[in-house]
C-alpha cells in the first residue's frame, strides 16, 4: 500500500515538474533552436543527476549499476535511445510541420497506445473503475487541450505527421520497455541509464552530422547555461526521475494516464508566471480530470 501511493504522488508530482519546466524551455526556445536545446539539456542534465546518483551510492561509481542484471541493463539502455534519442528528435522535427489540432491527438495517441501497449506486452487488466478513471482523466486532458488551441490555420504536412507518429510510438515503445527493465534497479538509478544512453545517442546524431560543437554552444553562455540548468533541475530531478518512480511502482497504464495530466498544471502556472487569461473550458476540462484522478486513485487504492 505504501508504494502504491508513492507511485500515485510520484506520477502527479513529476506531471507538475514538467508543467513547470515546460514554461522554462518555451522562453529558452525562444533563443535557442529545439535539437541544440534537446542535447544541451539532456548533457547538462546527465552531468547534473549522475553526479546526484553517485553522491547517494556513496562516491563509488560503481554504485550507478548496483543490483543491475545484464538484461535491464541492456532494456534501460534500448528505452533510453527509444524515447530520449529517437523519439525527442523525431517530436523536435515533426514541431516546424504539424498544427495544433495535429498535435493534440497525437499527444492523446500517446498515452491510449502505451496503455494498449501495456495491456498487450505487459498483461496489465485494469479494473473496470481504473478504465473509467482514464477515460475521464483523458477526456479531461483533450478539453483543455483543444481549448488551448489558438492558431487553426497552420496546415501539417505528410512528413511532419509521419514524424510525429514516429516520436509517438518511440515514445510508447520506450515507456514499455522501461517497465521491464526497471523491476531490478532503482528508480533514480533507471532515470540515469536511460539518460546516459539517449544522451550518447544524441552526440551520435551530432556528430554524423558534424553539429556537435554547434550544438552545444548554447552550454558555453552564461545566459542560457543559467537558463537550461533551471530548466534541468526541474525537468530532470522532477518530471523524469518521477516519472520512474510512478513506472517501478505503479501499472503504466495507471503511470501514463497520472503522468499525462501536465496540460493541467499548465494553466494556473500559466495564469500566476504568465498573466495569462484563465477560460472557462480549460477550468471543466481539469474538474473532469480531476475527477478521473480521483476514480483512479480510488479503484487503484481498492485493489491495493
Not at 542484471?69 to 528505452?79: E, K, P, Y
Not at 539518460?195 to 558534424?210: E, R, W, Y
Not at 493541467?264 to 471543466?284: C, Q
Request: proline share 3%; aromatic share 8%.
Amino acid at each position: 500500500m505504501d508504494t502504491l501511493y508513492l507511485g500515485l504522488g510520484a506520477a502527479l508530482l513529476s506531471a507538475f515538474s514538467w508543467a513547470l519546466g515546460s514554461v522554462v524551455y518555451e522562453k529558452l526556445g525562444l533563443s535557442i533552436p529545439p535539437l541544440p536545446l534537446n542535447l544541451c539539456k539532456n548533457v547538462l542534465g546527465l552531468l547534473l543527476f549522475g553526479t546526484f546518483v553517485l553522491i547517494l551510492a556513496g562516491g563509488d561509481p560503481a554504485g550507478l549499476f548496483a543490483n543491475l542484471t545484464g538484461r535491464d541493463l541492456a532494456l534501460l539502455a534500448v528505452s533510453g535511445l527509444l524515447g530520449i534519442t529517437l523519439g525527442d528528435t523525431f517530436f523536435f522535427m515533426a514541431l516546424n510541420d504539424l498544427g495544433a489540432h495535429a498535435l493534440v491527438v497525437l499527444s492523446l495517441l500517446g498515452q491510449v497506445l502505451t496503455v494498449l501497449f501495456a495491456i498487450a506486452f505487459l498483461g496489465e487488466r485494469p479494473t473496470p473503475g481504473a478504465i473509467a478513471g482514464m477515460a475521464l482523466v483523458t477526456l479531461g486532458i483533450a478539453v483543455v487541450l483543444f481549448a488551448k488551441i489558438g492558431d487553426t490555420s497552420h496546415k501539417s504536412t505528410l512528413k511532419g505527421l509521419w514524424f510525429g507518429l514516429a516520436a509517438v510510438l518511440c515514445m510508447s515503445v520506450g515507456t514499455i520497455v522501461t517497465k521491464l527493465g526497471i523491476s531490478t534497479v532503482s528508480a533514480e538509478n533507471a532515470t540515469f541509464i536511460r539518460m546516459l544512453s539517449g544522451t550518447l545517442g544524441l552526440v551520435v546524431l551530432a556528430l554524423a552530422g558534424g553539429r556537435l560543437g554547434l550544438w552545444l554552444k548554447p552550454l558555453a553562455k552564461r545566459s542560457s547555461l543559467g537558463g537550461i540548468a533551471i530548466a534541468v533541475l526541474i525537468a530532470s530531478f522532477g518530471g523524469f526521475w518521477l516519472s520512474h518512480v510512478a513506472i517501478k511502482y505503479l501499472d503504466v497504464a495507471i503511470a501514463v494516464t497520472l503522468n499525462s495530466t501536465e496540460p493541467l498544471f499548465v494553466i494556473p502556472l500559466a495564469a500566476v508566471l504568465m498573466a495569462e487569461r484563465v477560460r472557462l473550458l480549460p477550468v471543466i476540462g481539469s474538474l473532469l480530470a480531476f475527477a478521473g484522478i480521483a476514480v483512479l486513485i480510488f479503484s487503484a487504492s481498492q485493489v491495493g
